[in-house]
Nanobody, 125 residues
Framework: QVQLVETGGGLVQPGGSLRLSCAAS????????MGWFRQVPGKERVFVAA????????LYADSVKGRFTVSRDKAGNTLYLQMNSLKPEDTGVYYC??????????????????WGQGTQVTVSS
């Protein structure tokens, strides 16, 4: 059974940093795209960042470029999201996603087959 488990969320002041982790089990995703999405109550899930299964190419939403960094470990089954200079608008539940077929990154949530349960990030003073 495939599982994605996110950790690292929490409450942080504006300007602070958090590092999210997503541990995959049940199969390997080292050659496939993985990504992060965010959702707030009453709104659709939105793309945050993704990493390709080919090399280390990455894609970011314009709102997080220069502040967030997506990466994965050498084995390819743990995904990270380093979030710096956090803003209140970064608040939401962050979901990890993985594709079983897509090699290149995507900002489309329909491209991903597996999802974690989410971790809450709250940026507030």
């Amino acid at each position: 059974q495939v599982q994605l488990v996110e950790t690292g969320g929490g409450l942080v002041q504006p300007g602070g940093s958090l590092r999210l982790s997503c541990a995959a089990s049940g199969r390997t995703f080292s050659s496939y795209a993985m990504g992060w999405f965010r959702q707030v109550p009453g709104k659709e899930r939105v793309f945050v960042a993704a990493i390709s299964g080919i090399g280390t190419s990455t894609l970011y939403a314009d709102s997080v470029k220069g502040r967030f960094t997506v990466s994965r470990d050498k084995a390819g089954n743990t995904l990270y999201l380093q979030m710096n200079s956090l803003k209140p608008e970064d608040t939401g539940v962050y979901y990890c996603a993985a594709s079983s077929k897509l090699r290149w990154y995507s900002n489309n949530d329909g491209a991903y087959d597996y999802w974690g349960q989410g971790t809450q990030v709250t940026v507030s003073s």
